[in-house]
T-cell receptor
Framework: EAQVTQNPRYLITVTGKKLTVTCSQN?????MSWYRQDPGLGLRQIYY???????DKGDVPEGYKVSRKEKRNFPLILESPSPNQTSLYFC??????????????????FGPGTRLTVT | GENVEQHPSTLSVQEGDSAVIKCTYS??????FPWYKQELGKRPQLIID???NVGEKKDQRIAVTLNKTAKHFSLHITETQPEDSAVYFC????????????WGAGTKLIIKP
């Protein structure tokens, strides 16, 4: 089954304790992205990656790191979490394949989300 | 950079009536406009998208219209049903940089029985 998985789904941690949220996709997608979702603010992009070893900042990258060593994995790292990083996090992937005639080639497939609470 | 505004933030309609959600964008170079639906507690999922070379696209009860001159696009849902209750997000990007979708803040659609 084609899917994007994230782990953990729920995490409660304390300020300053490093954590990693994993993201994996089995669709051989080139493009992957991390978003955070906060009430009234919609989806804000944290980081994105166009391919292995290629990453770039989104709108709200401060306090986050990512890596893309393999095509299928795109972990999100919080080196020193703070309470303002309490949020719902989504990973997404897309083929980014602009072949003519393919409907919605840029559809982003989202993972199930990770609810993070930093106290 | 691109900015996307979405209205209204909450929309309540009677079951069976139509719902319209509007978005405006600022970057005239944007040429790809998807709409995502997020049901309570679930992940966003693409429901329809449109490219700038098309003025309207329909898929059963859902349609999207685009006015490039005015830089706005709208989602139309006809004959609304309880399962249409969700948060809807619009987004905009340039076709060659789809990874940089700029999202609207979302509209919570409530279908009243």
């Amino acid at each position: 089954e084609a899917q994007v998985t994230q782990n953990p789904r729920y995490l409660i941690t304390v300020t300053g304790k490093k954590l990693t949220v994993t993201c994996s996709q089995n669709m051989n997608h080139e493009y992957m992205s991390w978003y955070r979702q906060d009430p009234g603010l919609g989806l804000r992009q944290i980081y994105y990656s166009m391919n292995v070893e290629v990453t770039d900042k989104g709108d709200v990258p401060e306090g986050y790191k990512v890596s893309r060593k393999e095509k299928r994995n795109f972990p999100l790292i919080l080196e020193s979490p703070s309470p303002n990083q309490t949020s719902l996090y989504f990973c997404a992937s897309s083929s980014g394949d602009g072949l003519a005639g393919v409907s919605s080639p840029y559809e982003q497939y989202f993972g199930p989300g990770t609810r993070l609470t930093v106290t | 950079g691109e900015n996307v505004e979405q209205h209204p933030s909450t929309l309540s309609v009677q079951e069976g009536d139509s719902a319209v959600i509007k978005c405006t964008y600022s970057d005239s170079a944007s040429n790809y406009f998807p709409w995502y639906k997020q049901e309570l507690g679930k992940r966003p999922q693409l429901i329809i998208d449109i490219r700038s070379n098309v003025g309207e696209k329909k898929d059963q009860r859902i349609a999207v219209t685009l006015n490039k001159t005015a830089k706005h696009f709208s989602l139309h849902i006809t004959e609304t049903q309880p399962e249409d209750s969700a948060v809807y997000f619009c987004a905009a990007s340039r076709w060659d940089s789809n990874y940089q979708l700029i999202w609207g803040a979302g509209t919570k659609l409530i279908i009243k029985p």
